[in-house]
Nanobody, 125 residues
Framework: QVQLVESGGGLVQAGGSLTLSCAAS????????MGWFRQAPGKEHEFVAA????????MYADSVMGRFTISRDNAKNTVYLQMNSLKPEDTAVYYC??????????????????WGQGTQVTVSS
C-alpha cells in the first residue's frame, strides 16, 4: 500500500507562485511514475504533469506548459510541482498520483494506482 500526502497549497494572487510537494510512504518510490492532477468544482480530474521513475520523461498539459515544473527527489520519496505565473483558472484541488510502471508517464487519472487526498490551490484575480 502506498500513501501519498500533498502539501503546499494555499491562496495566492494571480501571477504568483506556489510549490506543491507530495511525500510517498513506500520503499520503492523510484519504481513509480508520479503524476499531478487537478479538479475544479463541477469538473473531471484534469491531467497536469507527470514524471517517469528516472525523471527521464516528463509530460505537461498544454494549459500549464512553460509555467509549471514537475520534479522528483527519489532519496526523499517526494515529487514536487513548481507553479509560476498562476492564473485564476488554475484554482482547483491538486492531487498527486503514483503508477507502479517503468513505462512512459500516463495522462489519465484511472491509469494510476494510488492517489493522495489533495491540496487546495486558490488563485485570486
Amino acid at each position: 500500500q502506498v500513501q501519498l500526502v500533498e502539501s503546499g497549497g494555499g491562496l495566492v494572487q494571480a501571477g504568483g507562485s506556489l510549490t506543491l510537494s507530495c511525500a510517498a510512504s513506500v520503499r520503492t518510490f523510484s519504481s513509480y511514475t508520479m503524476g499531478w492532477f487537478r479538479q475544479a468544482p463541477g469538473k473531471e480530474h484534469e491531467f497536469v504533469a507527470a514524471i517517469s521513475w528516472s525523471a527521464g520523461r516528463i509530460m505537461y498539459a498544454d494549459s500549464v506548459m512553460g509555467r509549471f515544473t514537475i520534479s522528483r527527489d527519489n532519496a526523499k520519496n517526494t515529487v514536487y510541482l513548481q507553479m509560476n505565473s498562476l492564473k485564476p483558472e488554475d484554482t482547483a484541488v491538486y492531487y498527486c498520483a503514483a503508477d507502479f510502471d517503468f513505462g512512459p508517464p500516463l495522462r489519465t487519472w484511472v491509469d494510476y494506482d494510488y492517489w493522495g487526498q489533495g491540496t487546495q490551490v486558490t488563485v485570486s484575480s
